[in-house]
């Protein structure tokens, strides 16, 4: 397996400006790699951090635009093997190039619990190991506040609750103070967040499945809940509905969900079998890739700095291609 670090045209991914091979090829990673949010303009960093999950703990290097910058580093976490520790999205790569990265786990005595690692641009590590009250989280998202102080963030935690019921709650790091957001009877689908020097969306995506107040059938519907965070504060913002049924769209064929830009909320990517849908708040789009055979494994959404959200896809003769589903702006 090859390692590419690859950095493209900001108006369309699949101009490649430039392309390196990272020479990680005994990388033995169990997730794959991301690279750190910067609450910074991405140009005034010539390195960026990216990190993965090991299973001797969190592994990281950072990258530059002709190749690694350095040599690659395993950090042991602190956290038991069972559940096996899953990563807090996104890490944070602050202004001063200092990787924030957090785990989400077990301590050894079994009790929920986040470990927080720092890794500075010289390769110091720091540690520190913080409890986590209540059930273990079934999704977790930071939101990192301007400052970037060392853990500075707040967490949105997703918890199963008594009697079917789905909780989101928030926990404000280092303090631990708590706020319940919202709690209903659902089944979740997925938890994203965007975020850009210490203001964020956050957008809980679940599943309710209800009765049909005049046939008496079910009926189901995707409920987007959507709350915004402002250098710690959170409030709650206007959601939406999508509408489930057999033959329109159905939860089984949710393949991606990706953040817009400028926080005008969440893409949906589904995968029908005559081809791909794309759904936002306020469109939805039918993708025709140019072959029957293409974007059936590597199809994913991509938007740009600028606007634009692309279907990128790859072809066995051609590689990766990108159509544009809303034009980026200019």
């Known amino acids: 397996m090859r390692w590419l670090y690859q ?58 635009p002709y190749g690694r910058s350095g040599p690659i580093g395993v950090v042991p976490i602190g956290l038991a093997e069972q559940p096996p520790p899953r990563a807090v999205e996104p890490a944070l790569q602050s202004r001063a190039d200092v990787l924030h990265a957090l785990r989400l786990g077990a301590d050894p005595s079994g009790q929920p619990a986040l ?49 079917g019921m789905l909780r989101l709650r928030s926990t404000a790091l280092p303090s631990g103070e708590q706020k319940l957001l919202l709690e209903s009877k659902a089944e979740l689908i997925g938890l994203e967040i965007d975020q850009w020097m210490g203001f964020a969306w956050v957008h809980l995506v679940t599943r309710v499945q209800e009765k049909d107040p005049v046939s008496d059938e079910p009926v189901e519907r995707l409920e987007i809940a959507r709350w915004n965070f402002d250098e710690g504060a959170v409030a709650e913002d206007r959601g ?23 926080g005008r909320g969440l893409a949906l990517l589904f995968h029908k079998p005559d081809g791909w849908v794309v759904v936002t708040p306020d469109d939805r789009v039918q993708v025709s890739p140019p072959s029957p055979g293409a974007a059936s494994q590597q199809a994913q959404l991509v938007t740009s700095p600028v606007g634009g959200v692309f279907f990128v896809f790859h072809e066995p003769e051609r590689g990766f291609s990108a159509l544009p589903v809303f034009e980026p702006q200019r």
Request: proline share 7%.
């Open 240 to 262: 939406w509905t999508v509408a489930l049924a057999p033959g329109a769209l159905a939860a089984s064929e949710l393949r991606q969900m990706v953040p817009l830009p400028a």
């Open 115 to 163: 470990a927080w690692i720092e890794v500075q641009r010289q390769g110091t590590i720091q540690q520190r190991l913080l409890p986590l009250p209540g059930r273990m989280p079934l999704a977790a998202v930071a939101a990192w506040n301007r400052s970037e102080d060392p853990v500075s963030a707040t967490l949105f935690l997703v918890e199963s609750g008594d009697r």
């Open 7 to 64: 950095i493209a045209k900001a108006h369309d991914p699949s101009v490649i400006e430039t392309a390196a091979d990272l020479d990680m090829g005994r990388v033995a990673a169990l997730s794959p790699a991301r690279l750190a949010q910067l609450n910074d303009i991405a140009a005034m960093h010539w390195e960026r951090f990216a990190c993965w999950r090991e299973a001797a703990g969190m592994g990281w290097v950072k990258v530059n």
